[in-house]
């Protein structure tokens, strides 16, 4: 049996699907019934967060261990640097092969050429895939550049060459990294198209409050979301069977995570790029020796965390470039410090800053900056505050209340805190409007919960 410094890592990637679809986060509709069993046999995160709701910038954190202003993907279309210490790097360095599927969006060609792949081995895939592909029409590019066509449904195509690639290298240690684009929406008809039938299933049942009440394009768009999110977890269950029939399930670590989430036009304009949980936490879970029995984490945490996570899963080191921390400490009781609070910034729709911690959620936002050009901002004001207890999807903004200005100003020091920590200059940060509070009182000691 390998040692636990020669366990394989796999990745298995989505995009833009929210927390609340798996039964673990109370969803009734049985749509992730692998990765319900995962989180209960393995480790769950529970409280996971994107450090950046859009494409881009979020892969660039997950791939670098750091934030977007650090690796300088701060928004789309920002190719990653040649030279960024990236995970894939690190695990060749310590004796792995390496190997990447699906959509990348950390380069400026469709064909990603091989020193734009961030030290990925094996190639099979396509900057954006959802300019090459759609849901029964899969192109993608090989190691050469070459266009290859895959059949079957998008998530099939993509889980089959998986498979393909964990049985052609079962011999030795590999990591290999999935990148589904489902249950992102198909940019070229802004439609969610699921697998054929599957949407049928779904459509007008049970919704999440948050987009129940605030509507956005959710009751066009439900049924295929459910869809999409049903076939990635029935692709996750193939993966898990193929470990298992390739005897490899003891000795492969496999996380189970999302770029970011989706709140269905409810928040601005279009699906992500807010502060809110609906953009920014996602599914996470983790199976094999390095995770079994972990059991539910319920402190804060982030896509920053992965690399050095998987790397130490491995016994490979973690670079001091990486901002991120690995969680293991954290499932052997052993982690220090711990951030109380999930840190995010945002760009594109707004340039904004935001932290979350298991009670608050606080927010601001640069108003004369644009979110398109602009990476940051020497000043912010408040733009909201949610009790996360008494208001957990997020309906009800506390920003300005006097009853909450303690909470408010304690979140705003927390929130300067993380910005200079990855290298942010301390901006000014402008109070809300004072709103009177009526009935709305904390009772003592409630802000610091």
Not at 176 to 199: C, K, M, V, W
Not at 220 to 234: N, P, Q, S, T
Not at 268 to 279: A, I, L, P, Q, T
Request: charged share 25%; glycine share 8%; hydrophobic share 30%.
């Amino acid at each position: 049996m390998p040692t636990p410094q020669r366990n394989n890592v796999i990745v298995f990637f989505t995009d833009q699907q929210r927390w609340d679809m798996a039964g673990v986060h109370g969803n009734p509709l049985d749509l992730m019934p692998n990765f319900d069993r995962a989180a209960q046999e393995g480790t769950h995160l529970y409280n996971c967060f994107t450090p950046q709701p859009v494409c881009g910038p979020a892969r660039s954190c997950i791939q670098t261990g750091q934030f977007a202003t650090q690796t300088g993907c701060w928004r789309n279309g920002i190719p990653l640097k040649e030279d960024a210490v990236t995970m894939a790097k690190c695990f060749r360095k310590g004796g792995y092969t390496t190997g990447y599927i699906g959509k990348w969006h950390l380069a400026k060609e469709v064909a990603v050429p091989e020193p734009a792949r961030g030290g990925y081995e094996y190639w099979l895939g396509s900057n954006v895939l959802e300019a090459t592909s759609d849901a029964y029409r899969t192109r993608l590019y090989d190691n050469e550049n070459k266009p290859v066509d895959l059949p079957g449904f998008r998530v099939d195509a993509l889980t089959d060459a998986a498979i393909r690639y964990v049985d052609a290298n079962k011999s030795k240690p590999f990591m290999l990294f999935i990148s589904y684009i489902e249950p992102h929406f198909q940019n070229s008809r802004d439609d969610y198209p699921a697998p054929t039938g599957y949407e049928e299933r779904y459509q007008g049942r049970w919704t999440p409050p948050d987009l129940l009440t605030l509507g956005g394009s959710t009751h066009r768009h439900w049924g295929g979301y459910c869809g999409m999110v049903k076939r990635l977890d029935e692709a996750y269950g193939r993966l898990l069977d193929a470990l298992k029939s390739l005897k490899l399930r003891e000795t492969t670590n496999v996380l189970f995570t999302s770029d970011h989430a989706c709140h269905f036009k409810t928040r601005n304009s279009e699906y992500k790029r807010s502060c809110h949980d609906g953009s920014l936490r996602v599914p996470t879970a983790l199976t094999g020796p390095s995770f079994e029995g972990g059991g539910r984490v319920k402190q804060m945490t982030s896509l920053v965390d992965v690399a050095p996570t998987l790397l130490d899963s491995a016994g490979l080191p973690v670079p001091s470039s990486m901002t991120g921390r690995s969680i293991l400490p954290l499932l052997n009781r052993t982690a220090h410090d711990w951030p109380e609070e999930a840190f995010a910034q945002i760009s594109e729709s707004q340039v904004a800053r935001c932290v979350r911690t298991q009670r608050w959620k606080y927010s601001v936002n640069a108003p004369d900056r644009n979110g398109g050009s602009d990476s940051g901002s020497d000043r912010y004001v408040e733009e909201f505050l949610y009790d996360l207890l008494a208001d957990p999807y997020e309906l009800n903004n506390l920003v300005g209340y006097e009853s909450h200005r303690h909470v408010a100003d304690v979140m705003k020091q927390r929130l300067l805190k993380r910005m200079t920590a990855v290298g942010e200059k301390a901006p000014e940060i402008v109070n809300a409007p004072p709103v009177k509070s009526g009935q709305k009182t904390l009772d003592p000691g409630d802000e610091l919960l």
